[in-house]
């Protein structure tokens, strides 16, 4: 599986947009891009995915590079409830089964 | 629509102790995967179960066993404890593709 790197921890402003960069410059062809969070002491929770495209929810947003070694979700406004450490995760396609390679993640801290 | 529940949430046990722990799917899932977190680090793949068999497994010991149910539920088994098996145990479930829904998770204690 491509790995992932990600800086261990960021800031924010409250209201402000968060933007968390993640690295996958291995990725191959049929691995998608996966992020999760997790809010202390909660099991992970799904935030977006994509394969080339730039992809958009009610969560939040995921730009996918050109070349798709590189990506960054980005949460438009960020509040306090977003404090969690956020995980990019490189996943083969959706018939490979279920075995998610977490590193270390972002320590995202929202500061009022 | 009740998520995936897991059981029980906190727990001790000793050295060379055996451990159950359980886990209901989200309604519709029909696969499960468990996960071990250690303190500070990312959760780690144990193994997946579909149509009630053991379909992946990461680079875990025989000391981790599974089972999954006709409803879908699972338990993960853990023998001989070590001091080195406190964790907090996630399960996540899915259907066989798509997103994983987790759990709270067990936290396992072992003295």
């Known amino acids: 599986d491509a790995k992932t790197t990600q800086p261990t921890s960021m800031d924010c402003a409250e209201g402000r947009a968060a933007n968390l960069p993640c690295n996958h410059s291995?990725?191959?062809?049929?691995?998608?891009v996966y992020w999760y969070r997790q809010i202390h002491s909660q099991g992970p929770q799904y935030i977006i995915h994509?394969?080339?495209n730039n992809e958009t929810n009610e969560m939040a947003s995921l730009i996918i590079t050109e070349d798709r070694k590189s990506s960054t979700l980005i949460l438009p406004h960020a509040t306090l409830r977003d404090t969690a450490v956020y995980y990019c995760i490189v996943r083969p396609s959706h018939n490979a089964g279920n075995m998610l390679t977490f590193g270390g993640g972002t320590r995202l801290m929202v500061k009022p | 629509d009740a998520g995936v529940t897991q059981s029980p949430t906190h727990l001790i046990k000793t050295r060379g102790q055996q451990v159950t722990l359980r886990c209901s799917p989200k309604?519709?899932?029909?696969?499960v995967s468990w996960y071990q977190q250690a303190l500070g680090q990312g959760p780690q793949f144990i193994f997946q179960y579909y149509e009630e068999e053991e379909r992946q497994r990461g680079n875990f010991p025989d000391r981790f066993s599974g089972h999954q149910f006709p409803n879908y539920s699972s338990e993960l088994n853990v023998n001989a404890l070590l001091l080195g098996d406190s964790a907090l145990y996630l399960c996540?479930?899915?259907?066989?593709?798509?997103?994983?829904?987790f759990g709270e998770g067990s936290r396992l204690t072992v003295l």
């Open positions: 291995t990725i191959s062809g049929n691995e998608y």
């Open positions: 996540a479930s899915s259907f066989i593709t798509g997103e994983l829904f």
């Open positions: 309604s519709g899932h029909d696969t």
């Open positions: 994509g394969l080339k």
